[in-house]
């Protein structure tokens, strides 16, 4: 076990094959940013012997949920880390008290709308893209399974029973479409908002996993610092959400490569997360720089379990100028034929007679 890069424990642990096993540390010294669980000796994937964490609580964030009655939503909401959440109703909504995110849920306010915001089925079509009447949207599909705002996301029984009819305007871009109408649609650049056509309670979406999988992508869209402490698998796209007065954005990865990411802005999404550890983020800001971390971990337990006795993941080619092998010769194919031969043979002569 490493604090900070530095050896805080060791510990022998026994784990059978194809079984896990909790194991816990105490005494872990106050104030410590990073932990590393490293497995020593190494095996055939070296690639999950190690795993980490950042500790503490990412900054608190302050979000705004407007709705009758959702309890769906509020619960997939609370799940991120550091979400102060408030819940009103629309009676009880004051425009101008700020906070980080504003959740409309059923209806949206007068008014120029507040920003970064998630709107949700307004009435009478009075979102940020107009809406239309009430249609059956059909099977739904995610647009681009390559789109952070999906992955994971699993929509093949998802079904909803009606949603409100839309076109995707200039500067929008849908992420989720049925066969007849788009139903999240993106505005792409400043400011962050994005719009669900139906109301969740007209589908079965809260009922499956990727409701809060969703939920979590879109908050990592639309929040300032949605990545702040988050565990995310390798070739994973993360998509980092700038501060209002972040002038400049970059990323170091754990070799220590520093990939610029803006301006311009909104920064363009983070691919290079290939490689597990602790990915440093530093933001420019007015009153000067904000850090921040994430954790890249490879998380595929089919590779990961190695055996006694399973099978390469590589084999080994010969080389063009080696002897070749020695191996066995099939003589059954053969014997077959030979046999079919003669057989073919006393037909005919059966057949001629004498």
Same mark, same amino acid.
């Given at each position: 076990?490493?604090?900070?890069?530095?050896?805080?424990? +060791?510990?022998?642990?026994?784990?059978?094959?194809?079984?896990?096993?909790?194991?816990?540390?105490?005494?872990?010294?106050?104030?410590?940013?990073?932990?590393?669980?490293?497995?020593?000796?190494?095996?055939?994937?070296?690639?999950?012997?190690?795993?980490?964490?950042?500790?503490? /609580?990412?900054?608190?964030?302050?979000?705004? &949920?407007?709705?009758?009655?959702?309890?769906?939503?509020?619960?997939?909401?609370? =799940?991120?880390?550091?979400?102060?959440?408030?819940?009103?109703?629309?009676?009880?909504?004051? #425009?101008?008290?700020?906070?980080?995110?504003?959740?409309?849920?059923?209806?949206? #306010?007068?008014?120029?709308?507040?920003?970064?915001?998630?709107?949700?089925? #307004?009435?009478?079509? $009075?979102?940020?893209?107009?809406?239309?009447?009430?249609? $059956?949207?059909?099977?739904?599909?995610?647009?681009?399974?390559?789109?952070?705002? %999906?992955?994971?996301?699993?929509?093949?029984?998802?079904?909803?029973? %009606?949603?409100?009819?839309?076109?995707?305007? /200039?500067?929008?871009?849908?992420?989720?479409?049925?066969?007849?109408?788009? &139903?999240?649609?993106?505005?792409?650049?400043?400011?962050?908002?994005?719009?669900?056509?139906?109301?969740?309670?007209?589908?079965?979406?809260?009922?499956?996993?990727?409701?809060?999988?969703? +939920?979590?992508?879109?908050?990592?869209?639309?929040?300032?610092?949605?990545?702040? $402490?988050?565990?995310?698998?390798?070739?994973?796209?993360?998509?980092?959400?700038?501060?209002?007065?972040?002038?400049?954005?970059?990323?170091? %990865?754990?070799?220590?490569?520093? +990939?610029? =990411?803006? #301006?311009?802005?909104?920064?363009?999404?983070?691919?290079?997360?290939?490689?597990?550890?602790?990915?440093?983020?530093?933001?420019?800001?007015?009153?000067?720089?904000?850090? /921040?971390?994430?954790?890249?971990?490879?998380?595929?337990?089919?590779? /990961?379990?190695?055996?006694?006795?399973?099978?390469?993941? +590589?084999?080994?080619?010969?080389?063009?100028?080696?002897?070749?092998?020695?191996?066995? =010769?099939?003589?059954?194919?053969? &014997?077959?034929?030979?046999?079919?031969?003669?057989?073919?043979?006393?037909?005919?002569?059966?057949?001629?007679?004498?």
């Amino acid at each position: 076990m490493l604090a900070d890069g530095r050896l805080a424990d +060791v510990l022998p642990v026994h784990v059978a094959g194809n079984s896990t096993s909790d194991v816990t540390w105490t005494g872990m010294a106050p104030g410590t940013q990073v932990v590393e669980a490293l497995i020593t000796p190494g095996d055939a994937l070296a690639i999950d012997n190690a795993a980490f964490l950042v500790t503490g /609580s990412p900054p608190a964030r302050k979000v705004l &949920l407007v709705t009758e009655e959702n309890g769906f939503l509020q619960r997939a909401l609370k =799940l991120r880390p550091g979400i102060d959440l408030t819940v009103q109703k629309k009676a009880d909504y004051k #425009p101008g008290t700020p906070f980080d995110l504003y959740v409309f849920d059923g209806w949206v #306010p007068a008014g120029k709308l507040p920003d970064p915001a998630l709107v949700i089925a #307004p009435l009478d079509g $009075n979102g940020p893209i107009p809406l239309g009447g009430q249609v $059956n949207p059909g099977l739904v599909l995610p647009v681009d399974p390559s789109d952070p705002l %999906t992955q994971d996301v699993v929509l093949k029984d998802v079904h909803v029973l %009606t949603a409100a009819k839309a076109t995707a305007p /200039s500067g929008w871009r849908t992420a989720i479409a049925a066969v007849d109408d788009p &139903l999240l649609l993106i505005h792409e650049g400043e400011p962050r908002i994005a719009e669900l056509t139906f109301d969740v309670h007209h589908s079965d979406l809260p009922l499956r996993a990727a409701f809060p999988i969703l +939920v979590q992508n879109l908050l990592a869209y639309l929040l300032p610092g949605g990545f702040e $402490n988050q565990v995310y698998p390798t070739g994973r796209v993360v998509t980092l959400a700038t501060e209002p007065t972040a002038r400049s954005l970059e990323v170091q %990865t754990p070799s220590g490569k520093v +990939v610029k =990411l803006a #301006p311009p802005f909104p920064a363009a999404p983070f691919t290079d997360t290939q490689t597990p550890g602790v990915y440093t983020v530093r933001q420019q800001l007015s009153s000067g720089v904000r850090s /921040s971390q994430f954790v890249v971990q490879f998380e595929d337990p089919d590779l /990961s379990r190695v055996g006694v006795g399973s099978a390469p993941f +590589v084999e080994l080619t010969a080389s063009a100028n080696a002897a070749p092998p020695r191996g066995t =010769l099939e003589l059954w194919p053969w &014997l077959a034929a030979l046999a079919v031969a003669l057989l073919a043979t006393e037909w005919f002569v059966f057949h001629r007679g004498p």
